[in-house]
């Protein structure tokens, strides 16, 4: 590589493979132009002869736009008119035969529309289209948008291809360490779709059945032993004299005997073990052991010893296999993503380049070249820095041979899209290979003074880019070119406001400030200085140039969807103006939760709990004291209910956005959401997300079902996110401009601020999977899945972000054209920052851990450390940076610019939040990190095996399963069988009426009609079953519907409750059912909810009475396994015990009570309340015997009366 200096649009060479290196705002779209204009004035190439490539449509359009005008203005100049361009001016002079000239400028003006001006997909499209035999492409295939659904499709055929066939043990560990399909599918993201992705460690999967084994017999020797030795080991813990009491505290030791016991008793082989397990290890006992003093010694202690070794050992070989099926996923999706592709007939844009760079490297490649050689004579390729390996290999094979030529034009310091797959590494490596390389430093675009300013703060350090590849040269400023300054009251100041703040000025100490606090002063701050410059508007005071500055003149640079959300609550808040140029989803808005709610309830239009949610929706504006008026005056509801049953029949008759349509009329929804301060953005993104349903419902021709299923898929926070799906821009309107640094890049903006610049670059720690470079692999992108190697590349990942957040910052900072704010001080986390390293690491460190380095000086800096460095920085800039504290004024409110409807803001609320308060259920309670809110008709799905879930043997295998129990597991089944059993009517006899329920509701979950038979005989032995032998009669099948109440709702008011609360209620008061279920086992090492009050909620499936009795039924779609003996009552016993079914019982048991309590005149538990019954759905078979299948209880009176005492918040009751 020949380095030829500056580059010269009018005098380089054209010829050879060139390189340009365009920093920001030297003109590069203008020498991509000439470019081309020189090569049809001098090379005398047609139009159609010279690609142009570049990165986006928009970019794509621009580049035809900006072409053709420059042919118009060349026709122009050589037509005799004053255009007032050197390069023009240069050509003409040059230029012996005008006329000629003229005559190949009209012609490539009137053959334009043959321009070959793509982006890198659109080319390679071209290619494979225009030669599908040397490529062996076919001329019909579809092209998609997104590969995701194909994804999704490929995980799950792997988690089931390797994961049913898994034995209990490790699927139980995979699960409980978060693993699923959709973890799976994430993992993806990692990098699949690049060919050279080298993955390590390439490791086959492990076989782990002797450390199972060995496991299991551990387990099984401390099961035998424990129950004899229990009495001895407890008291010898807790008198034993030589323990530290710090380590053994004598009040936990009976609870760690419990959760012993538990273990034992579940008789489940868990690969966790429980958080105090280790007390009863050998070990444990040893290092807790006071000196001078004898260790406690007991077999149990040796054999809980080996227990532990046994489950490290276990632990240690099935993360290997996870890593394992890891690296088998991604071979797996390598194979499987290519089949499925040439099975449909369909490819991804990634696959254009895929396929041309196979064509081109494979038998008639050479063919191939030449061909597009002689057809395309000069090739330029926009945006380089933002190429990967494939891309450049495709150019090099094409173009990269002698007569050819060849300019690549980019800006290595603006490569910022490594999440797209863009790779520096590969621009750096081209970087060597090219001729000679130009570069442009000219800045067109900002004043001198910005220009000195971010010169200074770059050439700070030795290596800014910290890649000695990437080098910093200073930009130049324009000689005599006029741009607008900006000055306040006719003051002109320096251009580059480096804000300060002082940690003191915001807490008590000398601590850094943390990123919640930042978060919190910042955007007021920044808010109040916007309003400070518009404000100066009104007395013709802020200018820029000669005109006042206004809204849109203004940029505020962030990096993420959550800080642009922060900005526009401040602007918000003072009657600003902004607008948001964003990268969020569409799914992840508000309005998508919202439509959601609505059309729920559109599609259960006799449901009132879904009616109400819909109603108080922002697009219904229903307040909550209108609509508590609705449901004291029943009309009201009822109109309501007849106006969502309009809708369902538009919608299921006339399609989705026929219904739509009619409802934003109807109901004046973009008018009421207009009233929001925010309500453009509202309006847009609810109509925006119309028409992806629309789309997707006809694309697919879903019925209403499928089309909520999809749209609540969509919104799973693991789902992936389309670039199709982004936000839409609200208004063009002025107003102040929200933009992430990657929508910035390519743009301008007057007045720019960066208030978040000071984020890390830290990768999470608790992150094992990610993506470096190797450079003991010529640079290769590589996945790291956990090798031993893991802490070395982690390093040379955060390396790579570290160099990349230094890109974005540079991409901010030259957005400016005449002001820039940049923020900074010690904030937390904020070692491991582009500006840490600019402002207080200026040389690169010798070892490979710079982040470590950078991190470990900025932490040893207090304020004054900071300031002088700053200080130091700001006597380099010449004058063109303003050093001062961030001011921290609360600006009024600015009256609305426009005469327009204001929403009020609600005062911020300063008093204290009590943290223990929540709505409460039991899902909530059992597994708080796992359960969200408890829905109704919904079968909880724990993730672990049941002690009857365990490895099959022989003779389970005699019998294939049959009938119900082939009906498929999960979610949406439970929901199905329960959404039958809620709107059958049980006193039915007619078979037809039945099965035409059945049919409905199988269409409507999206089943097939072949399993009608199978639930409808399900249902008749569910209905005809004796729900128990002592009670005569009692069969579903002889209660009256006006006897029965499906899915009854409750909340009741909840005092302070704790597990351990829970425990002594249950200890006290009896806890020995004839179940012999221990409800005793609440101990802290199963329920881990921390201490709650406020309100309990919930859903009970079915609540009827018979004689004078009132009874609980709750369906259970379980799957325990595909023999009818599985659901006899001892696994219907351990089944309850493990999901924590018998406290869900006890918790609606209470709040039924509490109901007819309140409702039932002269009522008494003991005289009215029935009984429980648990209905196991899949075992139900009066053929065993009355009761088979369902599980029976009914709770004490002593039980119910200390629960009742110990729950309910009396107080709250009327």
């Not at 460690?201 to 099961?223: A, G, M, T």
């Not at 600003?576 to 309005?591: K, Q």
Request: with cysteine; glycine share 6%.
């Amino acid at each position: 590589m020949e380095s030829a200096g500056n580059f010269n649009l009018m005098e380089s060479p054209l010829e050879g493979t060139n390189l340009i290196e365009a920093s920001a705002g030297t003109g590069k779209t203008h020498t991509i132009t000439g470019l081309v204009l020189r090569l049809v004035l001098e090379k005398r190439l047609s139009i159609n002869e010279i690609l142009v490539v570049t990165f986006t449509e928009a970019a794509t359009n621009e580049l035809k736009e900006r072409i053709r005008n420059m042919l118009r203005q060349a026709i122009g100049a050589f037509s005799g008119e004053r255009m007032g361009d050197a390069l023009l001016d240069d050509l003409v002079k040059k230029t012996q035969d005008h006329d000629s000239a003229l005559k190949t400028l009209n012609e490539a003006l009137m053959d334009f529309d043959k321009a070959a001006v793509f982006t890198i997909h659109g080319f390679c499209r071209r290619v494979l289209y225009e030669n599908a035999f040397e490529s062996g492409s076919l001329f019909d295939t579809e092209l998609i948008t997104g590969q995701e659904s194909l994804l999704k499709e490929i995980v799950d055929d792997f988690w089931r291809k390797h994961f049913y066939k898994e034995s209990p043990l490790f699927v139980n560990y995979a699960i409980n360490n978060r693993y699923s399909p959709q973890n799976f599918l994430s993992l993806l993201s990692n990098g699949s779709a690049q060919p050279y992705l080298k993955i390590v460690p390439q490791v086959e999967i492990p076989d782990s059945s002797c450390q199972e084994r060995r496991f299991k017999l551990s387990l099984d020797e401390l099961c035998k032993a424990w129950h004899s030795a229990r009495l001895e080991v407890e008291k010898m813990l807790v008198s034993d004299k030589g323990l530290n009491r710090n380590r053994y505290r004598k009040n936990n030791i009976p609870i760690w005997i419990r959760g012993m016991d538990h273990y034992v008793a579940s008789r489940r082989y868990n690969p966790l073990l429980f958080n105090s397990f280790k007390k009863f290890t050998t070990n444990e006992l040893k290092v807790s052991t006071k000196k001078g003093c004898g260790t406690p010694v007991h077999p149990i202690f040796k054999v809980c010893e080996g227990v532990v070794k046994a489950q490290e050992a276990l632990k240690e070989v099935f993360e290997r296999r996870l890593i394992g099926l890891k690296a088998a996923l991604f071979r797996y999706t390598k194979d499987e993503l290519v089949r499925k592709k040439e099975e449909n007939n369909i490819q991804f844009f990634d696959d254009l380049l895929f396929k041309l760079h196979g064509a081109l490297e494979g038998n008639g490649g050479e063919d191939l070249a030449r061909a597009l050689r002689v057809k395309f004579r000069a090739a330029l390729i926009d945006e380089f820095q933002d190429t990967d390996t494939i891309q450049y290999d495709i150019f090099k094979k094409i173009f990269d041979v002698e007569g050819n030529i060849l300019f690549f034009i980019g800006d290595p310091k603006q490569a910022i899209y490594s999440f797209r797959g863009a790779d520096i590494f590969s621009y750096i490596r081209a970087k060597k290979d090219v001729s000679l390389q130009y570069t442009l430093r000219k800045n067109w675009r900002s004043e001198p003074d910005i220009i000195s300013a971010v010169n200074a703060i770059f050439a700070n350090a030795d290596y800014p880019f910290i890649y000695k590849q990437v080098p910093f040269k200073p930009a130049e400023a324009v000689e005599g070119k006029t741009l607008n300054v900006l000055t306040l009251d006719g003051q002109y100041d320096a251009p580059l406001h480096l804000w300060f703040l002082r940690a003191d000025k915001f807490q008590k100490g000398d601590k850094p400030i943390t990123k919640t606090l930042a978060r919190e002063v910042i955007p007021g701050a920044v808010a109040a200085e916007i309003a400070r410059l518009l404000g100066h508007e009104r007395k013709g005071g802020a200018l820029l140039g000669r005109r006042p500055l206004i809204e849109k003149d203004i940029a505020v640079l962030v990096r993420t969807n959550s800080e642009a959300r922060l900005m526009q609550e401040a602007l918000s808040a003072i009657h600003i103006p902004s607008v948001l140029y964003s990268t969020a989803n569409l799914f992840d808005s508000h309005e998508a939760m919202e439509m959601q709610r609505v059309l729920f309830g559109i599609f259960n239009p006799n449901n009132e709990r879904f009616l109400r949610a819909a109603l108080t929706t922002d697009m219904m504006g229903i307040g909550g004291e209108k609509l508590c008026g609705l449901v004291e005056h029943e009309i009201g509801l009822e109109k309501w209910f007849a106006k969502f049953k309009e809708y369902y029949d538009i919608w299921n008759k006339r399609g989705f956005i026929q219904m739509f349509r009619c409802l934003l009329f109807q109901e004046n929804i973009l008018s009421r959401l207009m009233f929001f301060p925010d309500g453009e953005r509202r309006s847009t993104n609810l109509l925006h997300l119309s028409e992806v349903i629309h789309r997707e419902s006809v694309n697919k021709n879903l019925m209403m079902s499928q089309v909520l299923k999809w749209l609540s898929e969509q919104r799973d926070a693991g789902a992936p996110r389309l670039e199709e799906h982004q936000l839409r821009l609200e208004s063009d309107e002025n107003a102040i401009k929200l933009v992430t640094i990657h929508k910035s890049k390519g743009l301008e903006y007057p007045v720019v601020f960066c208030p978040f610049a000071w984020e890390g670059s830290r990768i999470d720690r608790s992150k094992n999977v990610f993506t470096f470079h190797d450079e003991a692999d010529d640079m290769r992108l590589t996945l790291d899945l956990g090798s031993k190697q893991r802490d070395e590349h982690r390093v040379f990942a955060e390396r790579e972000v570290l160099a990349e957040n230094l890109r974005l910052l540079y991409v901010a900072l030259t957005r400016a054209k005449s002001r820039c704010y940049l923020l900074w001080g010690r904030f937390r986390g904020s070692g491991t920052s582009a500006l840490a390293y600019l402002f207080h690491h200026p040389q690169l460190p010798e070892d490979e851990d710079i982040l470590g380095d950078i991190e470990k000086k900025f932490m040893g800096l207090d304020d004054k450390d900071v300031l002088l460095d700053l200080e130091h920085v700001v006597n380099k800039s010449s004058g063109s940076i303003m050093l001062s504290e961030m001011p921290l004024r609360r600006e009024k409110k600015r009256s609305p610019m426009k005469d327009k409807n204001v929403a009020l803001v609600s005062r911020k609320y300063s008093g204290a939040v009590d943290r223990k308060w929540h709505i409460s259920s039991f899902s909530s309670l059992i597994s708080p990190p796992i359960y969200g809110d408890e829905l109704p008709g919904r079968d909880a799905i724990r993730m672990s095996y049941s002690p009857d879930q365990r490895d099959l043997e022989d003779s389970d295998l005699e019998k294939p399963p049959a009938g119900i129990f082939l009906f498929p597991k999960g979610v949406k089944s439970g929901t199905c069988l329960h959404d039958i059993l809620e709107h059958l009517d049980f006193e039915e006899k007619e078979p037809i009426v039945i099965n035409g329920l059945v049919a409905e509701k199988l269409n409507e979950y999206g089943f097939e009609s072949r399993w009608l038979e199978t639930i409808f005989d399900m249902i008749i032995n569910v209905l005809s079953m004796p729900l128990d032998p002592d009670l005569k009669g009692l069969k579903l099948s002889s209660i009256h519907k006006k006897d029965r109440l499906n899915e009854l709702e409750f909340y009741f008011p909840l005092k302070m409750i704790s597990p351990r609360r829970l425990e002594r209620i249950f200890h006290e008061n009896g806890t020995q059912a004839a179940n012999d279920i221990t409800k005793a086992e609440l101990t802290t090492t199963r329920l881990q909810f921390a201490p709650t009050r406020g309100f309990m909620r919930g859903f009970i499936d079915l609540v009827f009475q018979w004689g004078e009795r009132f009874y609980l039924v709750d369906w259970k779609s379980n799957f325990l396994g595909s023999r009818i003996e599985d659901y006899g009552s001892e696994f219907l016993y351990s089944t309850m015990e493990e999901n924590f079914y018998f406290l869900q019982y006890h918790i609606y048991t209470l709040a039924l009570d509490q109901y007819l309590r309140l409702r039932l005149p002269g009522y008494s538990y003991k005289d009215h309340f029935g009984g429980v019954f648990y209905v196991f759905l899949r075992g139900v078979d009066p053929n065993m015997g009355a009761g088979f299948g369902v599980y029976r209880d009914l709770p004490s009176p002593d039980l119910m009366k200390a629960l009742r005492y110990e729950m309910i918040e009396k107080k709250l009751i009327n």
